[in-house]
T-cell receptor
């Protein structure tokens, strides 16, 4: 009963470096999401994927790319990290109906 | 566009007192509604959800919420606060397969 697994849990990057955040779910959900959480701003959607092979931009997609590798996995890539991307990142998955988001434990990313 | 408003970013209650966390939403279609709880350095966990049927929804840890369509509200309540309830609470709506979250309410429980 792993649910949603995110790696890594912590990461420090220098400005301009790249990295990929990994997310996998074992609940056979069609929908997957990437959010960032910043103090006082709640969760903001970066990208989501309604099904394998499809991705769509959310509220704050600039500076990020995603890949829905298969039904289980949805990765988030920062091509050139900036200090403004310092945040906690959460991956979530959900069935279509009825929907219910299941979250990973988060990745705490610091860009210096 | 959908939006979720949580009134009060910080709420303090005494142990044993009523907990009331407010949530209002805007939605062009009947939404699915959720409350999630987040403990420090953890992910979000589902407290309760409204999908269809009874408008009073009971969740884990003694929490409940009532969907009031006329008021576009989904307030969270618990009759008696416990120290372990101290956490961040998020209201969310889902329409067209997208989740929209409020900015959160931090609950402090005073002994």
């Amino acid at each position: 009963n792993a649910g949603v697994t995110q790696t890594p849990k912590f990461q420090v990057l220098k400005t301009g470096q790249s990295m990929t955040l990994q997310c996998a779910q074992d609940m056979n959900h069609n929908s997957m999401y990437w959010y960032r959480q910043d103090p006082g701003m709640g969760l903001r959607l970066i990208y989501y994927s309604a099904s394998e092979g499809t991705t769509d931009k959310g509220e704050v997609p600039n500076g990020y790319n995603v890949s829905r590798l298969n039904k289980r996995e949805f990765s988030l890539r920062l091509e050139s990290a900036a200090p403004s991307q310092t945040s906690v990142y959460f991956c979530a998955s959900s069935a279509l109906s009825p929907p219910e988001a299941f979250f990973g434990q988060g990745t705490r990313l610091t860009v210096v | 566009a959908q939006s979720v408003t949580q009134l009060g970013s910080h709420v303090s209650v005494s142990e044993g007192a009523l907990v009331l966390l407010r949530c209002n939403y805007s939605s062009s279609v009947p939404p699915y509604l959720f409350w999630y709880v987040q403990y420090p350095n953890q992910g979000l966990q589902l407290l309760l959800k409204y999908t269809t049927g009874a408008t009073l929804v009971k969740g884990i840890n003694g929490f409940e919420a009532e969907f009031k369509k006329s008021e576009t509200s989904f307030h969270l309540t618990k009759p008696s606060a416990h120290m372990s309830d101290a956490a961040e609470y998020f209201c969310a709506v889902n329409t067209f397969n997208q989740f929209y979250f409020g900015t959160g309410t931090s609950l402090t429980v005073i002994p």
